[in-house]
């Protein structure tokens, strides 16, 4: 096998699958609160959605999961899922949607690079809300290449850009 491979660069994740306990309350945190769309219900055991009518970004089944209990932190497994919005006012409109239905965060940080929220579906799967920055924005070191760090996102800022 050559070591020399590099991914296209064009590749992009297309969507993720997630095991939930109960279809309906992951519909209405996913559907009902982030507003993605559904795009095919199977009955009571699945849904995919998307943004946009794209097939779907996110599946959703209780297939092996039914009822069940969410994994023990500090295990492997998914960390979070990340949901790339178009602009930073978007992303202040979501921020403000979550917030003004008590929906609680995880944590806010400014990367350098994007922006982001955190926090958990009601499954316990990570979720991270982000925009990127124009890439001519972005922070590089001397020698060129990204420099993201982790720092507290300004929220009032963020919000600045819906008033």
């Not at 020399?4 to 297309?14: E, L, V």
């Not at 403000?96 to 995880?106: H, N």
């Not at 940080?109 to 994007?114: A, I, K, T």
Request: charge should be negative; avoid cysteine; charged fraction near 20%.
């Amino acid at each position: 096998m050559q070591n020399n491979y590099t991914i296209p660069s064009q590749t992009s994740i297309g969507h993720v699958h997630l095991k939930v306990a109960d279809l309906k309350r992951s519909l209405d945190f996913y559907h009902g609160l982030l507003g993605f769309e559904i795009t095919q219900l199977y009955g009571d055991s699945a849904a995919f959605i998307s943004a946009g009518g794209y097939h779907h970004h996110i599946g959703l089944n209780t297939w092996q999961s039914k009822n069940a209990t969410p994994p023990p932190g500090h295990h492997t497994g998914l960390y979070h899922v990340a949901i790339l919005y178009p602009t930073r006012r978007d992303l202040a409109i979501i921020f403000k949607r979550l917030s003004d239905a008590g929906y609680p965060f995880d944590g806010a940080s400014d990367h350098g690079v994007s922006e982001a929220l955190y926090l958990s579906d009601p499954d316990k799967n990570g979720v991270e809300l982000y925009w990127d920055r124009p890439r001519q924005e972005w922070p590089l070191t001397t020698i060129g290449n990204i420099d993201m760090f982790t720092k507290p996102l300004n929220l009032q800022d963020l919000l600045k850009t819906i008033d």
